[in-house]
């Protein structure tokens, strides 16, 4: 790697780079590609005969569910990113997600995200346009506790207004998670695991872990007597072979020029796309992918990433989901005909008519959440958010400090409650404006030109991506800020 030694900041920056390859997967861990070619010494079985979609358990399988022939399958592309939410990175999501799924709705993403430098009016916003929102840990811990687990839980929750039961999906930092990580999990009531390594043999799609784990078993988490935990979903982090055949897991850009990293990108999804099937990733932490006064630009990478992407989104048949969306459709695998008619493929904004704090343009004045957003403030930590700004900066011990304004005074606002969504709860006027199944919604799909498939069929042409305006707001003013946020990933 390449070390300019211009700025203190340049030098961060490297070692953030490093920090990340390292440990969060970008090179798989030592002895991992070594074990991969001797992964089919797993211990991991799993009889298809006991073992049955109708019974909520599914198997690890390289072939799609339901005996799905490969061409009647969807070709799911999950992108995800890690970490804190902040303005810039938020910004550069937006735009790797800026394709269209064949049914005209945008598509969808994970964010997988750790609480320190979060700007929660940026959870809401991202929850709100149709991604999802997944826990990370409170403090980016390896091997967390239920106490890191569940604070994050709390803060989504409670700052970011994203519903309790919308919150369940899992990402170890560093991806180093155990056995004891997946039994938190279950015992929390989360729905699934996305930290584990699949390679190329073990590049199953996701399974329950009924059976326990079929990935990682290099490390003996497959062996007897491990982790069976019925019902808890593991999807897989699906590697790309570089021109070493050396598996790259998350953020495969630092390993090369975005034309290599494209090849070798669109080599491993090719073998999916024309194989099983199997769900195809891109891992990222947007940190690396935006640019920061005085760093090297990494605008040639995300540009890289935006044209793959696109690539990608051209093909018949390729839908970009979140990892909730990729369970519902293993619930009840449909042909890829089938699936832009499936509820939670659809994309519908609310009708209302005056702006809510909802992580939405209500009035579309081309401004989210305009005007009603508090700001807290704690010294080094700042956020915006549509909910009380606690007292004092929460803590893991206390996610949830005392708010700043008391029920039923001036300024107080409402938390969601568990009977309404985000999008219809106005925490100021203390009303779910949603309270039947009447409610209106617009469509906001556009139309698309697919080549093949027949599936490309927008349900409604008349409408606008909702995703367009959110980010629009919300730039960071200070580079000193910005500085401190990136320092900060150094701990995250
Ligand atoms: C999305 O793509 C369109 C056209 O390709 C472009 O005009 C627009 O600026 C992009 N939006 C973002 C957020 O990158
Ligand atoms: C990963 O987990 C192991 C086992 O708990 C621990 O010893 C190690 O320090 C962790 N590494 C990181 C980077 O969290
Ligand atoms: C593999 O790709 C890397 C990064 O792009 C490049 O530096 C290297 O020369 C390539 N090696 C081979 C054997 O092609
Ligand atoms: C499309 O949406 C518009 C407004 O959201 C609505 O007026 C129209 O009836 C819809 N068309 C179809 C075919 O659903
Ligand atoms: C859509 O498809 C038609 C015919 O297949 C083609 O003529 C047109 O250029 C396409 N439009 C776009 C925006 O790709």
């Not at 009303?431 to 490309?456: F, H, I």
Request: proline residues 7%; charged residues 15%; contains cysteine.
């Amino acid at each position: 790697m390449r070390f300019h030694r211009t700025t203190i900041a340049t030098a961060i920056a490297t070692f953030v780079s490093l920090t990340f390859a390292q440990s969060e997967g970008n090179t798989m861990l030592p002895g991992a590609a070594a074990a991969a070619a001797a992964s089919s010494a797993s211990t991991y079985s799993c009889d298809t005969n006991v073992c049955k979609l109708a019974n909520g358990c599914v198997c690890a399988s390289k072939n799609p569910p339901n005996g799905l022939s490969p061409s009647d399958t969807p070709q799911f592309v999950t992108v995800t990113f890690d970490d804190s939410i902040q303005p810039q990175l938020y910004k550069t999501a937006k735009r790797m997600l800026n394709v269209t799924n064949p049914n005209g709705c945008s598509g969808r993403g994970t964010w997988y995200v750790s609480m320190q430098y979060t700007d929660f009016s940026l959870v809401q916003q991202w929850y709100s346009s149709g991604n999802e929102i997944a826990d990370h840990t409170f403090s980016h811990v390896g091997t967390p506790s239920d106490q890191e687990i569940m604070s994050c839980k709390e803060m989504l929750n409670t700052y970011g207004g994203v519903p309790n039961g919308k919150i369940q999906g899992f990402r170890a930092p560093f991806l180093n998670y155990t056995k004891e990580t997946l039994n938190h999990l279950s015992k929390l009531g989360f729905l699934y695991d996305s930290s584990s390594s699949a390679l190329q043999d073990d590049a199953y799609w996701p399974y329950t872990l009924d059976y326990g784990m079929a990935n990682d078993c290099w490390t003996g988490i497959c062996g007897a007597g491990q982790t069976k935990l019925p019902g808890l979903w593991e999807i897989p982090m699906y590697a790309v072979l570089d021109n070493i055949s050396t598996p790259q897991l998350m953020d495969v850009y630092i390993s090369g020029q975005p034309e290599d990293v494209t090849k070798w990108s669109l080599d491993t999804f090719n073998k999916h796309y024309n194989g099983g099937r199997q769900p195809f990733g891109i891992y990222v932490h947007p940190t690396h992918l935006t640019g920061y006064p005085g760093l090297p630009d990494p605008a040639p990478k995300l540009d890289g990433l935006v044209s793959l992407i696109k690539t990608l989104s051209e093909k018949p048949d390729v839908w970009f989901v979140t990892n909730q969306q990729l369970l519902q459709w293993m619930k009840n695998p449909v042909k890829a005909s089938e699936l832009g008619k499936q509820d939670y493929m659809r994309c519908e904004q609310p009708v209302i008519a005056k702006e809510i704090c909802n992580g939405l343009d209500d009035d579309n004045n081309g401004n989210v959440d305009d005007g009603l957003l508090n700001s807290c403030n704690f010294g080094t930590t700042t956020f915006n958010t549509c909910f009380n700004c606690p007292s004092t900066a929460p803590t893991l011990d206390t996610p949830k400090p005392a708010n700043t304004a008391q029920a039923g005074s001036a300024g107080f606002r409402y938390p969601l409650p568990n009977d309404c969504d985000t999008k219809w709860w106005d925490p100021i006027g203390n009303a779910c404006l949603c309270t039947s199944t009447e409610c209106q919604y617009k469509d906001t799909a556009v139309p698309v030109n697919r080549t093949a498939g027949g599936n490309g069929v927008a349900s409604n042409g008349s409408g606008s991506s909702s995703d367009a305006n959110s980010i629009l707001n919300n730039q960071l003013e200070n580079v000193f800020l910005i500085t401190v946020a990136l320092v900060a990933t150094l701990f995250l």
